[in-house]
């Protein structure tokens, strides 16, 4: 099928290089021609595994082809995919400017039937307002349908998620695009569901929030469980082998961060304020996510001390594993707190680096070490702020000799509490 694809971020480009990896046609349509020229060159602007191959192979083949153009985007393709970004707005609402604006363009370049499909998140009932607005600004009546098609995928496996969903979500409104969007996902081979725009919309908002108040929930418990003397490893394990609970997405840590789950929740809770509910649960969800991160600093204080003028090492700038991505990462954020409180740092991450340098100045105060082992060299404390499997690692017997003081504080429970103590070190961590 011919498929167009408006937006080359995450969501767009790891869609579009897929689509066309299952042999679609498929142009992605940017509006940054720095973006274009590159991609066309068989470069990506973000880290993503697996994507750069995927992306020149099908580039090589002619089946995945780039433009600044949407009116070439809506001439050459039967099924427009959105995939612009939809930023939060300072009340916690979400910005759906980018949104407008693809459907205005794609009203004027309208000339025969179309699907429009809604990949970005979004809130409930944008699928409503999209297909309005195309209605407005189109100069001639022409058929066309909206179908809300959210994404699930996430950074780091984007690749991954895409190429084998654990389900496919179609709103539609109508039964005509029904049939044409489950050829686009025929080849893989995955549950679909269908249903109204509506409900798909709120279904990616539900389960994100949902996923959220499950780290919310282990975070919580690690405070219980840290105050009773139990872990809550064996707490989170022993909870989630009753198979609806599921053991995945309880690790305690730092709370979550990234550009999805603080934006969905504050923008599930102003919908549904707008809709007259006031969702308290998720409030408390985000309430517990902050006080996680004050209660790690408060950790770090207390067993530094002082802060002020002390050298503390960081490994992780990320939001999480697997990405480059460090937008709300709350490893940044401790960063930034450290900061205040009058620390010097050393950082280091495995891919982060360039892109937190643009929030974390290098300079006086913050120093970028490229290799993780010499992290804690002259370091008062060294503490993990990214899930990153290879920090578990560690060269242990390097970091104790090299420290000024061997004070670890793992914000990820990724070392063994028992080896660090073999090992000599002071060593906190997160709910046990
Ligand atoms: C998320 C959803 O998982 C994905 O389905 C959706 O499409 C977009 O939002 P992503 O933002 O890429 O994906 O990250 P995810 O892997 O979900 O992690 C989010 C945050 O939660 C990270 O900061 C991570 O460190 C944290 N997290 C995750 C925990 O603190 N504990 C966990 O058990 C899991």
């Known amino acids: 099928m011919r498929i167009t694809i408006i937006g080359t971020g995450y969501v767009g480009l790891v869609t579009g290089a897929c689509l066309a990896e299952v042999g679609h046609t498929v142009l992605c349509v940017d509006n940054d021609p720095r973006k274009v020229e590159l991609l066309r060159a068989g470069g990506i ?21 780039f433009t600044q153009s949407t009116a070439e985007g809506v001439e050459k393709s039967d099924i427009i ?13 979400v910005d759906l400017s980018y949104i407008e604006g693809v459907a205005r363009e794609i009203a004027i370049s309208l000339t025969r039937y179309r699907i429009i499909v809604d990949k970005s998140t979004v809130p409930v009932k944008t699928a409503e307002k999209v297909a309005e607005t195309i209605r407005r600004y189109c100069k001639t009546k022409v058929e066309f349908d ?10 780091g496996f ?7 969903p654990d389900r496919i979500v179609l709103g ?30 709120l279904i990616k908002h539900a389960a994100n929030s949902f996923l959220a108040l499950k780290i919310s929930y282990a975070n919580a418990l690690s405070v219980v469980c840290e105050s009773a003397g139990a872990n809550v490893l064996e707490v989170v394990r022993g909870m989630g082998l009753d198979e609806r609970i599921g053991t995945r997405f309880l690790n305690a840590g730092l709370g979550f961060g990234g550009s999805c789950f603080p934006k969905d929740i504050s923008a599930f ?10 969702f308290r649960l998720l409030k408390e969800v985000q309430n517990i996510n902050s006080e996680q991160m004050e209660r790690f600093v408060k950790k770090i204080a207390d067993t530094l001390w002082v802060i002020r003028d002390k050298r503390i090492g960081v490994l992780g700038l990320a939001f999480k594993q697997n990405t480059d991505d460090v937008r709300l990462s709350p490893a940044i954020d401790l960063c930034q707190r450290l900061l205040r409180e009058g620390a010097r740092l050393r950082v280091h991450d495995p891919k982060a680096m360039e892109k937190a340098k643009a929030v974390l100045p290098p300079g006086d105060q913050v120093e970028y070490v490229g290799d993780r082992d010499e992290v804690p060299e002259g370091c008062d404390a060294l503490v993990i702020a990214t899930e990153w499997p290879e920090f578990a690692a560690l060269d242990l017997a390097r970091a104790r000799r090299s420290m000024t003081t061997p004070i670890v504080v ?17 060593y906190k961590s997160i709910g046990r």
């Open 410 to 426: 793992d914000g990820r429970n990724l070392l063994d509490p028992a080896q660090m103590e073999r090992h000599g070190f002071i």
């Open 81 to 93: 995919f959105i995939a612009v970004p939809t930023p939060p707005q300072a009340d916690g609402s």
């Open 269 to 278: 809770i102003h919908i549904s304020s707008q809709l007259g509910y006031d």
């Open 158 to 164: 984007a690749v991954q998620d895409l190429m084998k």
């Open 45 to 65: 602007p973000i880290y993503e595994p697996g994507l750069e191959e995927l992306v020149q192979r099908n580039v090589g083949i002619g089946r995945l082809g």
């Open 172 to 201: 539609v409104n109508s039964p005509r695009p029904e049939t044409a969007m489950r050829e686009v996902y025929a080849p893989f081979k995955a549950p679909i569901i269908v249903t109204d725009t509506n409900s798909a919309e």
């Open 146 to 155: 909206v179908v809300s098609n959210p994404e699930f995928l996430r950074e």
